[in-house]
Protein backbone atom coordinates (compact mmCIF):
# COMPACT_ATOMS: atom_id res chain seq x y z
CA UNK A 1 0.00 0.00 0.00
CA UNK A 2 1.62 3.64 -1.12
CA UNK A 3 2.39 6.33 1.84
CA UNK A 4 -0.80 8.46 0.27
CA UNK A 5 -3.78 5.54 -0.05
CA UNK A 6 -6.58 6.80 0.02
CA UNK A 7 -6.07 10.20 0.08
CA UNK A 8 -7.45 13.45 -2.09
CA UNK A 9 -4.67 15.48 -3.55
CA UNK A 10 -5.29 19.08 -5.86
CA UNK A 11 -2.23 19.83 -7.24
CA UNK A 12 -2.19 23.02 -9.55
CA UNK A 13 -0.08 23.85 -12.07
CA UNK A 14 0.11 19.90 -12.87
CA UNK A 15 0.05 19.89 -16.74
CA UNK A 16 4.02 20.21 -16.71
CA UNK A 17 7.21 19.99 -14.82
CA UNK A 18 7.67 19.56 -11.52
CA UNK A 19 4.14 19.89 -10.62
CA UNK A 20 2.95 17.17 -13.23
CA UNK A 21 6.42 14.99 -11.66
CA UNK A 22 4.60 15.29 -8.30
CA UNK A 23 0.62 14.14 -9.42
CA UNK A 24 2.18 11.22 -10.74
CA UNK A 25 4.38 10.64 -8.02
CA UNK A 26 1.65 11.03 -5.41
CA UNK A 27 -0.71 8.73 -7.60
CA UNK A 28 1.95 6.09 -7.55
CA UNK A 29 1.50 6.09 -4.25
CA UNK A 30 -2.54 5.79 -3.86
CA UNK A 31 -3.84 9.14 -3.68
CA UNK A 32 -6.57 10.43 -5.66
CA UNK A 33 -5.30 13.40 -7.76
CA UNK A 34 -6.77 16.59 -9.23
CA UNK A 35 -4.64 18.29 -12.01
CA UNK A 36 -5.19 21.82 -12.51
CA UNK A 37 -3.49 23.93 -14.99
CA UNK A 38 -4.89 27.18 -17.06
CA UNK A 39 -3.99 24.94 -20.36
CA UNK A 40 -6.54 22.19 -20.94
CA UNK A 41 -4.75 20.07 -22.95
CA UNK A 42 -1.77 19.67 -20.99
CA UNK A 43 -3.86 19.20 -17.98
CA UNK A 44 -5.28 16.25 -20.28
CA UNK A 45 -2.75 14.56 -21.07
CA UNK A 46 -0.86 14.69 -17.46
CA UNK A 47 -4.08 12.87 -15.96
CA UNK A 48 -4.24 10.26 -18.94
CA UNK A 49 -0.67 9.69 -18.30
CA UNK A 50 -1.03 8.71 -14.44
CA UNK A 51 -4.39 6.51 -15.53
CA UNK A 52 -2.31 5.10 -18.32
CA UNK A 53 0.12 4.48 -15.36
CA UNK A 54 -2.82 2.41 -13.06
CA UNK A 55 -3.26 5.93 -11.18
CA UNK A 56 -6.44 7.73 -10.70
CA UNK A 57 -6.55 11.56 -11.78
CA UNK A 58 -9.55 13.70 -12.75
CA UNK A 59 -8.61 17.71 -13.95
CA UNK A 60 -9.68 21.25 -13.51
CA UNK A 61 -9.36 23.60 -15.82
CA UNK A 62 -8.94 27.00 -12.94
CA UNK A 63 -7.72 30.24 -12.72
CA UNK A 64 -6.18 30.38 -9.56
CA UNK A 65 -5.63 34.13 -9.55
CA UNK A 66 -9.46 34.41 -9.21
CA UNK A 67 -11.20 33.22 -5.52
CA UNK A 68 -14.12 31.56 -7.27
CA UNK A 69 -12.44 29.76 -10.12
CA UNK A 70 -9.79 28.50 -6.81
CA UNK A 71 -13.03 27.58 -5.07
CA UNK A 72 -13.92 25.75 -7.83
CA UNK A 73 -10.78 23.88 -8.06
CA UNK A 74 -11.21 22.73 -4.43
CA UNK A 75 -14.77 21.65 -4.59
CA UNK A 76 -13.77 19.19 -7.54
CA UNK A 77 -11.76 17.47 -5.44
CA UNK A 78 -14.64 17.06 -2.63
CA UNK A 79 -17.17 16.34 -5.32
CA UNK A 80 -15.32 13.98 -6.78
CA UNK A 81 -13.71 12.11 -3.81
CA UNK A 82 -15.84 13.30 -0.69
CA UNK A 83 -12.72 14.98 0.66
CA UNK A 84 -9.65 16.80 0.40
CA UNK A 85 -6.58 15.51 2.03
CA UNK A 86 -3.93 17.61 0.47
CA UNK A 87 -3.12 20.54 -1.76
CA UNK A 88 0.32 21.68 -3.55
CA UNK A 89 0.45 25.01 -4.15
CA UNK A 90 2.97 24.33 -7.43
CA UNK A 91 1.60 27.13 -10.20
CA UNK A 92 3.61 29.64 -10.29
CA UNK A 93 5.39 32.59 -13.02
CA UNK A 94 8.67 33.17 -13.64
CA UNK A 95 10.53 36.57 -14.92
CA UNK A 96 14.21 37.51 -14.73
CA UNK A 97 15.19 40.96 -14.91
CA UNK A 98 18.14 43.33 -12.73
CA UNK A 99 16.06 45.84 -10.54
CA UNK A 100 17.11 49.14 -12.97
CA UNK A 101 14.64 47.16 -15.62
CA UNK A 102 12.03 46.37 -13.46
CA UNK A 103 8.57 45.71 -15.45
CA UNK A 104 5.82 46.30 -13.48
CA UNK A 105 3.77 44.43 -15.88
CA UNK A 106 5.57 40.90 -14.88
CA UNK A 107 5.68 42.16 -11.45
CA UNK A 108 1.86 42.14 -11.01
CA UNK A 109 1.34 39.23 -13.02
CA UNK A 110 4.21 36.92 -10.98
CA UNK A 111 2.26 38.64 -7.76
CA UNK A 112 -1.31 37.55 -8.89
CA UNK A 113 -0.44 33.87 -9.83
CA UNK A 114 2.32 33.23 -7.32
CA UNK A 115 0.62 35.17 -4.50
CA UNK A 116 -2.81 35.34 -4.86
CA UNK A 117 -3.10 32.07 -6.62
CA UNK A 118 -1.59 30.35 -3.84
CA UNK A 119 -3.77 32.42 -0.77
CA UNK A 120 -6.53 31.52 -2.82
CA UNK A 121 -6.33 27.76 -3.29
CA UNK A 122 -4.96 27.42 0.15
CA UNK A 123 -7.94 29.75 1.87
CA UNK A 124 -10.07 27.57 0.02
CA UNK A 125 -8.91 24.31 1.23
CA UNK A 126 -8.02 25.01 4.76
CA UNK A 127 -11.50 25.21 5.95
CA UNK A 128 -12.61 21.66 4.94
CA UNK A 129 -9.39 20.33 5.90
CA UNK A 130 -10.03 21.78 9.27
CA UNK A 131 -13.21 20.66 9.02
CA UNK A 132 -12.28 16.81 8.92
CA UNK A 133 -9.21 17.62 11.41
CA UNK A 134 -6.62 16.45 8.91
CA UNK A 135 -4.73 17.84 5.62
CA UNK A 136 -1.18 19.34 4.62
CA UNK A 137 -0.56 22.02 2.39
CA UNK A 138 2.82 22.34 0.32
CA UNK A 139 3.83 25.42 -1.09
CA UNK A 140 6.69 25.48 -3.67
CA UNK A 141 9.19 28.59 -2.76
CA UNK A 142 12.24 29.16 -3.84
CA UNK A 143 15.72 29.52 -2.88
CA UNK A 144 15.50 32.89 -5.36
CA UNK A 145 13.58 34.87 -1.67
CA UNK A 146 17.48 34.93 -0.08
CA UNK A 147 18.62 36.33 -2.92
CA UNK A 148 19.75 35.67 -6.30
CA UNK A 149 20.83 37.88 -8.89
CA UNK A 150 17.81 39.02 -11.74
CA UNK A 151 15.61 36.96 -9.46
CA UNK A 152 14.05 40.12 -7.59
CA UNK A 153 10.98 40.25 -8.50
CA UNK A 154 10.31 36.25 -8.65
CA UNK A 155 12.29 36.34 -5.40
CA UNK A 156 9.83 38.75 -3.79
CA UNK A 157 6.81 36.39 -4.61
CA UNK A 158 8.43 33.36 -3.06
CA UNK A 159 9.62 35.36 -0.03
CA UNK A 160 5.53 36.13 0.33
CA UNK A 161 4.79 32.60 -0.17
CA UNK A 162 7.35 31.65 2.25
CA UNK A 163 6.29 33.98 5.03
CA UNK A 164 2.72 32.15 4.68
CA UNK A 165 4.38 28.92 5.63
CA UNK A 166 5.41 30.24 8.81
CA UNK A 167 2.29 32.76 9.62
CA UNK A 168 0.01 29.88 8.38
CA UNK A 169 2.08 26.78 10.50
CA UNK A 170 1.38 29.20 13.32
CA UNK A 171 -2.81 29.55 12.91
CA UNK A 172 -3.15 26.00 12.16
CA UNK A 173 -1.19 24.75 14.99
CA UNK A 174 -3.86 22.18 17.01
CA UNK A 175 -5.94 21.79 13.90
CA UNK A 176 -4.37 18.91 12.33
CA UNK A 177 -3.88 20.64 9.45
CA UNK A 178 -0.12 21.24 8.26
CA UNK A 179 1.82 24.06 5.96
CA UNK A 180 5.48 23.13 4.94
CA UNK A 181 7.34 24.83 1.88
CA UNK A 182 8.89 22.92 -1.00
CA UNK A 183 12.30 24.72 -2.19
CA UNK A 184 12.25 22.60 -5.64
CA UNK A 185 15.07 22.42 -8.02
CA UNK A 186 14.93 20.46 -11.34
CA UNK A 187 15.16 20.67 -15.20
CA UNK A 188 11.68 22.56 -16.37
CA UNK A 189 10.55 25.09 -18.35
CA UNK A 190 11.67 27.33 -15.96
CA UNK A 191 15.59 26.16 -15.63
CA UNK A 192 15.98 26.18 -19.32
CA UNK A 193 14.39 30.25 -19.17
CA UNK A 194 17.59 30.99 -16.66
CA UNK A 195 19.95 29.22 -18.43
CA UNK A 196 19.43 30.97 -21.78
CA UNK A 197 18.96 34.72 -19.51
CA UNK A 198 22.09 33.64 -17.99
CA UNK A 199 23.67 33.47 -21.18
CA UNK A 200 22.52 36.21 -23.14
CA UNK A 201 24.22 37.85 -20.52
CA UNK A 202 27.30 36.38 -20.26
CA UNK A 203 26.81 34.92 -16.77
CA UNK A 204 27.67 31.49 -15.54
CA UNK A 205 25.61 28.61 -17.04
CA UNK A 206 24.32 26.26 -14.17
CA UNK A 207 22.19 23.77 -16.25
CA UNK A 208 24.71 20.74 -16.00
CA UNK A 209 23.49 20.85 -12.40
CA UNK A 210 19.92 20.61 -12.32
CA UNK A 211 18.05 17.59 -11.43
CA UNK A 212 14.98 15.80 -13.50
CA UNK A 213 11.56 17.17 -12.18
CA UNK A 214 11.14 14.08 -11.04
CA UNK A 215 13.76 13.59 -8.00
CA UNK A 216 11.44 16.04 -6.25
CA UNK A 217 8.82 14.38 -5.97
CA UNK A 218 9.59 11.70 -2.95
CA UNK A 219 9.75 14.93 -0.48
CA UNK A 220 5.90 16.04 -1.42
CA UNK A 221 4.62 12.61 -1.51
CA UNK A 222 6.43 12.78 2.17
CA UNK A 223 4.99 15.95 3.61
CA UNK A 224 1.46 14.89 1.89
CA UNK A 225 1.48 12.22 3.93
CA UNK A 226 0.68 10.82 7.51
CA UNK A 227 4.09 10.47 8.20
CA UNK A 228 5.15 14.19 8.02
CA UNK A 229 2.68 14.34 11.04
CA UNK A 230 4.37 17.10 13.36
CA UNK A 231 5.95 18.70 10.62
CA UNK A 232 4.62 21.90 9.65
CA UNK A 233 6.19 25.32 8.75
CA UNK A 234 9.20 23.98 7.42
CA UNK A 235 10.73 25.29 4.46
CA UNK A 236 12.68 22.13 2.93
CA UNK A 237 14.97 21.38 -0.57
CA UNK A 238 16.33 18.50 -1.84
CA UNK A 239 18.75 18.89 -4.29
CA UNK A 240 21.37 16.12 -6.01
CA UNK A 241 20.94 14.28 -3.17
CA UNK A 242 20.84 16.56 -0.72
CA UNK A 243 17.92 17.41 1.49
CA UNK A 244 18.15 20.69 3.52
CA UNK A 245 16.06 22.68 5.74
CA UNK A 246 15.97 26.56 5.22
CA UNK A 247 16.34 28.49 8.72
CA UNK A 248 13.83 30.75 9.51
CA UNK A 249 14.46 34.89 9.74
CA UNK A 250 15.37 35.77 13.29
CA UNK A 251 16.81 38.14 15.07
CA UNK A 252 20.62 38.24 15.53
CA UNK A 253 21.64 37.89 19.51
CA UNK A 254 22.62 39.66 21.90
CA UNK A 255 21.23 43.28 20.58
CA UNK A 256 23.36 46.30 21.58
CA UNK A 257 21.16 48.23 24.49
CA UNK A 258 20.85 51.91 24.92
CA UNK A 259 18.30 53.43 26.92
CA UNK A 260 18.00 55.74 23.91
CA UNK A 261 20.21 55.81 20.34
CA UNK A 262 21.56 58.81 18.94
CA UNK A 263 22.48 59.03 14.78
CA UNK A 264 26.04 59.11 16.09
CA UNK A 265 25.86 56.40 18.42
CA UNK A 266 24.23 54.23 16.23
CA UNK A 267 27.04 54.54 13.18
CA UNK A 268 29.66 53.80 15.81
CA UNK A 269 27.50 50.71 16.49
CA UNK A 270 27.42 49.73 12.71
CA UNK A 271 31.59 50.59 12.68
CA UNK A 272 32.33 48.28 15.91
CA UNK A 273 30.33 44.84 16.30
CA UNK A 274 27.30 45.20 14.15
CA UNK A 275 29.90 45.20 11.50
CA UNK A 276 30.74 41.48 12.22
CA UNK A 277 26.99 40.58 12.27
CA UNK A 278 26.36 41.61 8.69
CA UNK A 279 24.92 38.87 6.86
CA UNK A 280 25.81 38.88 3.14
CA UNK A 281 22.61 38.41 1.08
CA UNK A 282 22.47 35.75 -1.66
CA UNK A 283 21.26 32.23 -1.11
CA UNK A 284 24.07 30.88 -2.98
CA UNK A 285 26.79 32.65 0.04
CA UNK A 286 25.51 30.10 2.25
CA UNK A 287 28.23 27.37 0.78
CA UNK A 288 30.54 29.41 2.71
CA UNK A 289 29.42 28.06 5.86
CA UNK A 290 29.37 29.90 9.59
CA UNK A 291 30.91 33.23 9.93
CA UNK A 292 32.83 33.54 13.07
CA UNK A 293 31.53 36.65 15.39
CA UNK A 294 33.95 38.26 18.28
CA UNK A 295 30.65 37.83 20.57
CA UNK A 296 30.63 34.22 20.07
CA UNK A 297 27.46 34.21 18.42
CA UNK A 298 28.02 33.38 14.26
CA UNK A 299 25.22 33.71 11.66
CA UNK A 300 26.02 31.78 7.89
CA UNK A 301 27.16 33.84 5.52
Not at 70 to 87: E, M, Q, V, W
Not at 158 to 184: E, H
Request: net charge negative.
Amino acid sequence: MGMLEGKAVVITGSGRGIGAACAMGAAMQGAWVVVNDVDADVAEASAASIRDAGGKAITCVADITQWDEAGKLIASCIDAFGRIDGLVNNAGLFHMNKAWDFDPKAARALLEVNVLGTMHCAAQAVKPMIAQGSGSIVNVVSGAHMGIDSLGIYGATKGAVASMVYGWAVDLAGTGVRINGLSPFGNTRMAEHTSAYRRSIGATDRSARFQPAEANSPLVEYLLSDRADGVSGQLVRIDSGEIQLYAHPALLVPPLYRESWSAAEIADAFDGELRERLVPCGVLGMEHGPVPLTSGFWSRS
